[in-house]
């Protein structure tokens, strides 16, 4: 009932910049939190950012000057702007949120996007 669609992946250089976004849509009573991870192949789903209802957010040091999380809570969007792309930072951008459908429900779900993927090539 409730999805997540990423967009804003491609192929991009060293040292470009992409701007992923991430729309939650369906049955939404509130979200709670609302981010991103990544996955590059053979490699564990990692943390990149996340954002809370509250606006604070939280992210890996490693990426902290490089990437930049936001949120529209009007259109249950979130973005992450990354600049300075490393080879490194290949892999499948997962969109992720913390979402409660109705007043009614017990306890919050997490859900996840189908993933958009993001190369840095020369």
């Known amino acids: 009932q409730v999805q997540l669609v990423e967009s804003g992946g491609g192929l991009v250089q060293p040292g470009g910049s992409l701007r992923l976004s991430c729309a939650a849509s369906g049955s939404i009573f509130s979200i709670t939190v609302m981010g991103w991870y990544r996955q590059a192949p053979g490699k564990e789903r990692e943390l990149v950012a996340t954002?809370?209802?509250?606006?604070?957010?939280k992210s890996k040091d490693t990426m902290k000057d490089r990437f930049t999380i936001s949120r529209d809570n009007a259109k249950n969007t979130v973005y992450l702007q990354m600049n300075s792309l490393k080879p490194e930072d290949t892999a499948v951008y997962f969109c992720?949120?913390?979402?409660?459908?109705?007043?009614?429900?017990?306890?919050?779900?997490?859900?996840w996007g189908q993933g958009t993927q993001v190369t840095v090539s020369s």
């Open positions: 954002v809370a209802s509250d606006g604070s957010t």
């Open positions: 992720y949120a913390v979402i409660k459908s109705s007043p009614s429900q017990i306890i919050e779900h997490g859900y």
